[in-house]
Every structure is written in structure tokens, then in C-alpha cells.
């Protein structure tokens, strides 16, 4: 199975910028396509950003275009979201996931614990 663990979050002040982290235990990272989530409180989970294995494809939640960008480092065996001009309804629990297959916003295979991001303002 794949373990993932995310890293970064806390807390920023509106209009600042976060970088989250995930770390992934599969040798076979750069294999599989790696996303986003996100789930305020009260919200259900939603969509935020994909990227393919070779990092050619990728998608965002229209909610972050232009704000948020997702790369990743295969031989490092991570994925990275870095969050620029952050607002309050940016808060959330940010979730790394993994699926074997192309870039979708949904039917991922595994998931991280969730790593909190707070913006005030």
C-alpha cells in the first residue's frame, strides 16, 4: 500500500502564501498520478489540483487557477502545492491522494492524513 504524508500547513494571514508537502513510501512513485483535496468544516471534500507522472498534465479547481501551482519531484518521491495570494475561504484540511491513471478530480486510491491550513483575515 502507499502511505502519504502531508506537511506545510499552519497558519497565514490573507494574501499570503503556503507551500504544502507530500511525501510519498511507493518506489513507483513517479507511476502514479498525484492530487488535492480539500475539506472546510461544514464542506464536503473538493477537488484542488492534479498532476501526472511526468508532471505534463495537470488541472486545478477553477476556485485556485492562477493562485495555486502543483508540481512534483519523482526522485524525491513528493508532491508539492504551492498556495500564493491565500484568502479565508482557502481554509481548510488539505489531503494529498494518489490513483494509477490519468489526471481526474475524483476515484483516487490513497490518501494522506490531512494537514491543516488556516487563513485569517
Known amino acids: 500500500q502507499v502511505q502519504l504524508v502531508e506537511s506545510g500547513g499552519g497558519l497565514v494571514q490573507a494574501g499570503g502564501s503556503l507551500r504544502l508537502s507530500c511525501a510519498a513510501s511507493?518506489?513507483?512513485?513517479?507511476?502514479?498520478?498525484m492530487g488535492w483535496f480539500r475539506q472546510a468544516p461544514g464542506k464536503e471534500r473538493e477537488f484542488v489540483a492534479a498532476i501526472n507522472w511526468s508532471g505534463g498534465s495537470t488541472d486545478y479547481a477553477d476556485s485556485v487557477k492562477g493562485r495555486f501551482t502543483i508540481s512534483r519531484d519523482n526522485a524525491k518521491n513528493a508532491v508539492y502545492l504551492q498556495m500564493n495570494s491565500l484568502k479565508p475561504e482557502d481554509t481548510a484540511v488539505y489531503y494529498c491522494?494518489?490513483?494509477?491513471?490519468?489526471?481526474?478530480?475524483?476515484?483516487?486510491?490513497?490518501w494522506g492524513q490531512g494537514t491543516q491550513v488556516t487563513v485569517s483575515s
Open positions: 511507493e518506489r513507483t512513485f513517479s507511476m502514479y498520478t
Open positions: 491522494a494518489a490513483r494509477k491513471g490519468p489526471v481526474v478530480t475524483t476515484w483516487y486510491d490513497y
